[in-house]
């Protein structure tokens, strides 16, 4: 019942800027925290941004701090990654993930997250 919709993705050079959404439907999208993940070529799936239930608190990884910045809009049930400062290393399918509960424990891992998209390619060329 669960979906997720990634868009945004793309082809781009270094040091562009790209905005990903998410739309989600048929759960409770504003009581429960929301994640973007990427997965690179041969690399593990990573969790890249998280913003709990809230929006008051938010997470992102050391590689892209200052550079992506996760938001929620949840009158639209939707979710944004706003990405500057594209890099090669940023390669990667982007997912979008929702988590059962309000909010993670420490830091966000791969087990709070139990609803996926499909994803969304990004591509970085140097």
């Known amino acids: 019942q669960v979906q997720l919709a990634e868009s945004g993705g793309g082809l781009v050079q270094a040091g562009d800027s790209l905005t990903l959404s998410c739309t989600a439907s048929g759960l409770s999208f504003s009581s429960v925290a929301m994640a973007w993940f990427r997965q690179a070529p041969g690399k593990e799936r990573e969790c890249v941004a998280a913003i709990i239930a809230g929006a008051t608190t938010t997470f992102h990884a050391v590689s892209v701090q200052g550079r992506f910045f996760i938001s929620r809009d949840n009158a639209k049930s939707t979710t944004a990654l706003q990405m500057t400062d594209l890099k090669p290393q940023d390669t990667g399918v982007y997912y979008c993930?929702?988590?059962?509960?309000?909010?993670?424990?420490?830091?966000?891992?791969?087990?709070?997250?139990?609803?996926w998209g499909q994803g969304t390619q990004v591509t970085v060329s140097s």
């Open positions: 993930a929702a988590a059962k509960r309000s909010a993670w424990s420490g830091y966000p891992t791969y087990d709070d997250f139990d609803s």
